[in-house]
């Protein structure tokens, strides 16, 4: 498959679908389990969520088969800094844990948030770094301020909740909230900035 | 690595967007040529040569 011009509308339609999907599975997995008896539908009820996993797994390697060579390079580079981001941090959390350091709640998705922070961190990092060399320093930090948005308001809410008394979210309406944001920023590049492609 | 695709392309009269067009790569990708930041690869770099009439070094040099 070579460079197709039309790829990333196409994989920010497949995102919209699967988050779809994802936020149908996450609301009515409880009632499937409920309504079904059989043990083997109850197995398989549990890794619904990772039917989305695969599907967007696969959307982004026919996104990757649809980039030129340079695009591909920057898909490369983030996924190998964001890996290598995340084995970092994955080393820090238990020191920083022991030391108490890092006030988390005991049933935090740590694996989750990390890997997501790595890759979104790394795409950024690089999103704007040749945006910049490309548009100047406004125009790269116009380009970001989506997912910049994603990163930074559920750290303000976990800074402002050690603070404040705010409500913890759960991880359910934690993922609703970031499915919602990644349909909102998937509408904006597809209606929005497709020149940006 | 240096080039002149930028003074072979204006000499044309192809905005950024035509070159990609014409070489089925994005317009990032001949900026960041253009820019010095990324290399193409031997067969961009003689996709390019080949579209201006030229030999490969006439447009890179180290």
């Known amino acids: 498959m070579g460079y197709s011009k039309t790829a990333q509308k196409r994989y920010f339609l497949e995102v919209i679908a699967v988050v779809a999907l994802f936020v149908g599975i996450i609301l009515s997995r409880a009632q499937l389990a409920q309504w079904t008896g059989s043990p083997a539908l109850l197995f398989a009820i549990k890794f619904l969520p990772l039917l989305a996993m695969v599907l967007i797994a696969g959307s982004v390697w026919r996104l990757y088969r649809a980039r030129d060579e340079f695009q591909r390079q920057t898909m490369l580079k983030t996924g190998a800094a964001a890996m290598l981001l995340s084995l970092v941090l994955f080393m820090l959390l238990p020191t920083l844990r022991m030391l108490g350091a890092l006030p988390l709640p005991p049933n935090f998705p740590g694996a989750l948030v990390i890997l997501s922070v790595s890759i979104v961190v790394c795409g950024l990092a690089f999103s704007f770094v040749d945006k910049r060399a490309e548009a100047g320093t406004r125009r790269a930090l116009i380009h970001i301020a989506p997912w910049l948005l994603v990163l930074l308001a559920p750290t303000v809410w976990w800074i402002l909740s050690l603070i404040l008394p705010l409500p913890h979210l759960t991880l359910r309406q934690g993922l609703i909230c970031l499915c919602v944001v990644i349909v909102a920023i998937s509408f904006y590049r597809i209606f929005v900035r497709p020149t940006e492609q | ?62």
């Open chain 2, 1 to 62: 690595m240096k080039n002149n695709v930028r003074e072979l392309r204006t000499e044309k009269g192809w905005s950024q967007a035509d070159l990609a067009d014409k070489l089925a790569v994005s317009r990032q990708t001949i900026n960041a040529i253009e820019t010095g930041r990324y290399d193409p690869s031997l067969p961009l770099a003689f996709a390019l040569a080949k579209l201006f009439k030229c030999r490969v070094e006439d447009i890179f040099s180290p």
